[in-house]
């Protein structure tokens, strides 16, 4: 795991989907750390105009490098970047912030409500295998 990226900073993913993939964005998003999948085969034009108004903190184009960002697999702080396709101009990045630890334990409440909605034989179900 990589300890040099810190809260909030932002990540480029340049790398084909796979499980490493799949762990380094959920290891960096429960840092709260940014990602932003973007696809490889993006042309160097191409990847200059979107990684230019993003700043990200670093760019992976490799699998070694992407394997270099798993870890911590908590609950995620932050949403990945998503870049809008730019058909009116120089595609932009998108984002929601970054969590507090508070704001990202899910509320107990949450369970509840959704338990209150199942089908009655649904929760004798779960209440017969002590879930």
Same mark, same amino acid.
């Given at each position: 795991m990589d300890d040099s990226l810190r809260e909030g900073d932002r990540v480029a993913l340049l790398v084909p989907g796979s499980l490493v993939y799949?762990?380094?964005?959920?290891? $960096? $998003?429960?840092?709260g750390v940014v990602p932003i999948p973007l696809d490889p085969r993006l042309t160097s034009y191409e990847r200059e105009r979107i990684l230019g108004t993003l700043s990200p903190t670093r760019v992976v184009e490799t699998e070694d490098a992407l394997a270099g960002l798993?870890?911590?697999?908590g609950l995620p702080r932050a949403r990945p970047m998503h870049v809008t396709s730019g058909t009116t101009g120089?595609?932009?990045?998108?984002?929601?912030?970054?969590l507090g630890a508070e704001e990202a334990h899910?509320? !107990?409440?949450?369970?509840?409500?959704?338990y209150k909605e199942m089908?009655?034989?649904?929760?004798?179900?779960? !209440?017969?295998?002590?879930?």
């Open positions: 799949l762990a380094a964005v959920q290891s $960096l $998003l429960a840092r798993t870890g911590d697999l120089t595609p932009k990045g998108v984002w929601s912030g970054v899910p509320r !107990e409440s949450m369970f509840d409500d959704v089908p009655w034989h649904l929760r004798q179900q779960r !209440e017969e295998q002590g879930v």
